[in-house]
């Protein structure tokens, strides 16, 4: 099991992004949350198997259409029990 923090930075708000990485993110059975961030970057974190979290991951890099991303930040974290599912949670 693998827990990761992206923070994506570029035109990534007011174009599908969190949408579409949870739809991702569900897809692959990754585990987790998004939201935007107050400077215009978008920020996940990804819990699952090694396939999962690098799948949205890859995805990640360039986003949904419309996206531009400039840069994604990663960081491993200890994974977390009691999560279920895949949210989107309000902006930070």
Known sequence: MRR?????RGIVQGVGFRY?????????????????LAGGSVEAEVQGDAA???SVVEWA??????????????T???PVTDEDGFEIRRDA
Do not use: K
Not at 4 to 8: A, F, G
Not at 26 to 32: L, Q
Not at 64 to 71: E, S, T
């Open 20 to 36: 579409s990485l949870q739809h991702i993110a569900r897809g692959a059975g990754a585990t987790g949350w998004v939201r935007n």
């Open 76 to 78: 491993e974290l200890t």
């Open 52 to 54: 999962a979290v690098e």
């Open 61 to 74: 890099a360039t986003g949904p259409r419309g996206a531009v991303v400039d840069h994604v930040a990663m």
């Open 4 to 8: 990761i923090r992206l923070v994506v």
